[in-house]
Nanobody
Framework: QVQLVESGGGLVQPGGSLRLSCAAS????????MAWYRQAPGKQRELVAS???????TYTDSVKGRFTISRDNAKKTVYLQMNSLKPEDTAVYSC?????????????WGQGTQVTVSS
């Protein structure tokens, strides 16, 4: 069994910062690409940022220059540093990981963490 557990969400004022973490656990052989998605009320889920096992990041245009994705392979953890937050960043943020575990390779999701940007 593999689990992804997120932490770090909350309420922050516009212009503020938050750091999200997502730790993987279980019978993991290798973690490939890790990513953060978000879904705002009434909107489709969108890919915010992803990072390869080698550390190469990609970002959606709306967060470039404000968000930074990183990972610690030894800790099986992916991070999302969010700076200069805007009200439109308000959403449930979920992590995703492509994981090869004992028994096969599959996509896994965390439970989601709420990020609210409001004054």
């Amino acid at each position: 069994q593999v689990q992804l557990v997120e932490s770090g969400g909350g309420l922050v004022q516009p212009g503020g910062s938050l750091r999200l973490s997502c730790a993987a656990s279980g019978s993991i052989v290798t973690i490939y690409t890790m990513a953060w998605y978000r879904q705002a009320p009434g909107k489709q889920r969108e890919l915010v940022a992803s990072i390869t096992s080698g550390g190469i990041p990609t970002y959606t245009d709306s967060v470039k220059g404000r968000f930074t994705i990183s990972r610690d392979n030894a800790k099986k953890t992916v991070y999302l540093q969010m700076n200069s937050l805007k009200p439109e960043d308000t959403a449930v943020y979920s992590c995703n990981a492509d994981i090869w575990r004992i028994g096969g390779r599959s996509d896994y999701w965390g439970q989601g963490t709420q990020v609210t940007v409001s004054s």
